[in-house]
């Protein structure tokens, strides 16, 4: 959004269950704020904004209840899903929570875990070549809205504060809703003192925009999958990658937002790297598990992903029809690739400032360079 | 916002009572005493029904940490803690637990722009909240038993704030939730609100409501934090 970056990684373990919740498989959510967002952030002990920022994303998610646990389940008492949220703040150009926030839901709706068969205690995890993964069950998506107050009384406010207006605003609110007008999270910490009625204001403002956000989210991601579907197709066999490339800018001062679709679909076979998931007891596993370096290059223009494309799909750019849109200007950009053991789902939230830049073809040019295995 | 397996406790019979017998915007009662440190330079006892948290303020003084102070204002330190013998069952909680963190910063955030910190540059006002009982509401009690030991302390605020936590029962709002009511698993909205302007200076939910109920629950924790205060200026 803006120049704020973020990047999130969604991976998936199977482990033991907590012991006073047997049934349910949980969320691990870990943020980095690292030293190349801002000169503020230090390598090691997170700052208390940086601490705040990561229990803000947890609570959304996890407090709201947005993906269901119950579902994670694979053998009550003995064995449940994992699923780590890694989210690393790349740039932060201001209002970084809600940068974060989308990129942790798209994310967690992007993500395909491997598709298992219980019988008894014995668990089979079959690899995405062999059954095609299965997404997680998510029940709504909470999406955060940030307003920075000004003034005394905090009657004059902006959404989506950027760097500068957050080095001087007075207050600061922050509203997760969903799609359903249900407010999932309000947070309003100290700053200036606000009238109940601004704060209302606010929240419809955000009821508003999130019903926007999650359903840009959801259309990219089912043009995503309709592009994963078409990448299934032309596989051959073997380890696979492919990476998808989904961007869309809303230009501020047009409020025209323009879909930029491009997605270039690639399969490469790896080596064997083993397996990073426990399995624990588990009967029959497909042992050989190779796992494949997760990272995105990150080229010099901005964020665009390369990937070798053996196979003939080219790379597509689809523009919708502009809508009409406030001030606010955000860009979804979604970089997923799936893995033989690993499936994962990387979202990038991503904007371009201006007209000018979202109309900048984004080139994807193959390379046969391997990658390193992302941190 | 119902359990599933909440069993079927009235927390709300259809008379309008509650488990111990108030009404569904009934304050509990309220108890308050200052000065009970001789060291401290202000410090707080509060009652809240059953909730009990002392508070002892330090400053402002000069800051032990020279980098962490600031030379225009001063920096307001909290530090927020659970004595293990506060609820039902003993827990030891730790300091870098993460609810107590998250508790610390919110308050700190919320004095400091209470506080009128740019008259004591380069010092720090440090707040030692300490919960004895915890019964419900422990964010509210604690930050009027704050405002009460800054206030004899002696340090200048812009008002006096005051805070209340509102909360579900049965699908009626309800103030000042304790702790049984609290485990039945709605949503609680602690406010801290400034009563002379009625700003809101503290506002959080962490639970998923409709926005319909969400603005009745803020009306209603907003008129109880008043109802707060006026209880509190008549001690």
Not at chain 1, 90 to 115: E, K, T, W
Not at chain 1, 225 to 254: F, I, M
Not at chain 1, 307 to 312: F, R, T
Not at chain 2, 141 to 156: E, R, Y
Request: hydrophobic share 35%.
């Amino acid at each position: 959004m803006g120049h704020t970056r973020t990047l999130a990684v969604v991976t998936a373990d199977i482990v033991r269950p907590r012991p006073d919740r047997p049934t349910e498989g949980f969320f691990l959510f870990n943020t980095e704020l690292s030293p190349m967002a801002s000169p503020q952030f230090e390598v090691g002990r997170p700052s208390p904004s940086g601490i705040a920022l990561g229990m803000h994303i947890e609570k959304a998610i996890k407090d709201s209840r947005a993906v269901d646990a119950e579902a994670l389940c694979i053998v009550s008492g003995e064995k449940v899903w994992q699923i780590r949220v890694d989210i690393h703040i790349l740039d932060d150009g201001g209002n970084m929570i809600d940068c974060a926030s989308i990129a942790a839901i798209a994310a967690l709706l992007h993500f395909r875990r491997p598709d298992i068969s219980v019988v008894g205690s014995e668990v089979t995890v079959f690899p995405p070549d062999e059954r095609d993964p299965v997404p997680l069950s998510v029940h709504h998506i909470p999406v955060s809205t940030s307003f920075g107050f000004f003034s005394l009384d905090g009657a004059n406010f902006v959404v989506d504060p950027e760097i500068r207006e957050e080095s001087v605003m007075t207050g600061i609110l922050t509203v997760t809703t969903n799609a359903h007008q249900e407010l999932c999270l309000i947070n309003k910490a100290g700053g200036i003192s606000v009238s109940l009625a601004h704060i209302l204001r606010c929240s419809k403002i955000a009821a508003v925009k999130a019903a926007e956000l999650s359903e840009l989210i959801t259309k990219s991601i089912e043009e995503d999958h309709g592009n994963r579907k078409l990448a299934d197709k032309t596989r051959s066999g073997g380890a696979e990658r492919s990476l998808h490339y989904v961007q869309a800018s809303l230009a501020p001062q047009t409020t025209a937002p323009l879909l930029e679709f491009s997605s270039s679909l690639s399969t490469k076979t790896f080596g064997e790297n083993g397996s990073r998931r426990k399995k624990k007891g588990v009967a029959s596993t497909t042992e050989k598990q190779p796992s494949f370096p997760v990272s995105p290059e990150q080229p010099t223009s901005a964020n665009t992903v390369v990937s070798p494309a053996p196979s003939s799909t080219t790379p597509r750019t689809v523009r919708t029809e502009p809508t009409d849109s406030d001030s606010e200007e955000e860009g979804i950009q979604m970089l997923a690739s799936t893995y033989n053991s690993e499936p994962k789902a990387v979202a990038v939230v991503d904007d371009w400032l201006g007209s000018n830049e979202a109309s900048v073809p984004r080139a994807n040019v193959p390379s046969t360079a391997p990658k390193k295995p992302k941190k | 916002f119902v359990c599933s397996n909440m069993s079927r406790v009235e927390y709300l019979t259809p008379e309008g009572y509650r488990l111990d017998g108030r009404k569904a915007t009934e304050l509990r009662r309220i108890k308050s005493r200052l000065g009970v440190f001789s060291r401290a330079d202000g410090s707080a006892y509060i009652e809240q029904g059953n909730t009990k948290v002392i508070v002892a303020v330090y400053g402002p003084r000069e800051a032990a940490i020279r980098s962490k102070s600031k030379h225009d204002h001063a920096v307001i330190n909290v530090e927020f803690t659970q004595a293990p013998f506060a609820t039902g069952d003993r827990k030891k909680k730790g300091k870098s637990d993460r609810r107590t963190i998250e508790d610390s910063l919110l308050i700190k955030q919320t004095f400091e722009s209470v506080v009128l910190t740019s008259l004591y540059p380069r010092s720090q006002i440090d707040l030692y909240i300490q919960i004895l009982q915890s019964d419900g509401s422990v964010l509210a009690a604690s930050i009027n038993a704050a405002t009460l030991a800054l206030i004899d302390a002696g340090i200048p605020m812009r008002d006096m704030l005051c805070a209340c936590t509102a909360g579900v029962l049965n699908g009626t709002p309800v103030l000042d939730i304790n702790y049984i009511e609290q485990n039945a698993g709605g949503p609680e909205l602690p406010v801290a609100v400034l009563p002379h302007s009625g700003g809101v200076v503290l506002l959080e939910m962490n639970s998923r409501v409709p926005l319909d109920l969400f603005e009745r629950l803020s009306k209603l924790a907003c008129d109880g934090a008043k109802a707060v205060y006026n209880l509190l200026q008549s001690e």
